[in-house]
């Protein structure tokens, strides 16, 4: 497991959301200059839990702990498949 995936389910306090990320996420994009994050998901059914609203509540504050409360996310199939839930505006931990 990559060292920055590892991180962010360590900063993860909620056992399914960190076990999904474990599990599933297999790489992280950050781009410090728009703060945004791109986290790639090798399946579209941890992909859609983690972009339901429960998730999202679970992802926020260990992404919050790692990269800062004015990061951006955004969750995508990993291998260049593409969903049309990636076409959706990212979402924002900025409350």
Do not use: C, W
């Not at 339901?52 to 004015?70: A, F, M, R, T, V």
């Amino acid at each position: 497991m990559d060292s920055k995936i590892k991180a962010l389910a360590d900063a993860i306090t909620h056992t399914h959301t960190k076990k999904l990320v474990q599990t599933h996420v297999k790489d992280l994009v950050f781009d410090e200059g728009a703060q945004h994050l791109v986290i790639h998901v090798d399946n579209a059914s941890p992909l859609h839990e983690l972009e339901s609203k429960e998730g999202d509540q679970h992802l926020n504050p260990g992404l919050e702990k790692i990269y800062g409360d004015q990061i951006t996310y955004e969750l995508k199939l990993h291998k260049g498949v593409t969903h049309e839930r990636e076409k959706a505006i990212p979402h924002s931990i900025k409350r």
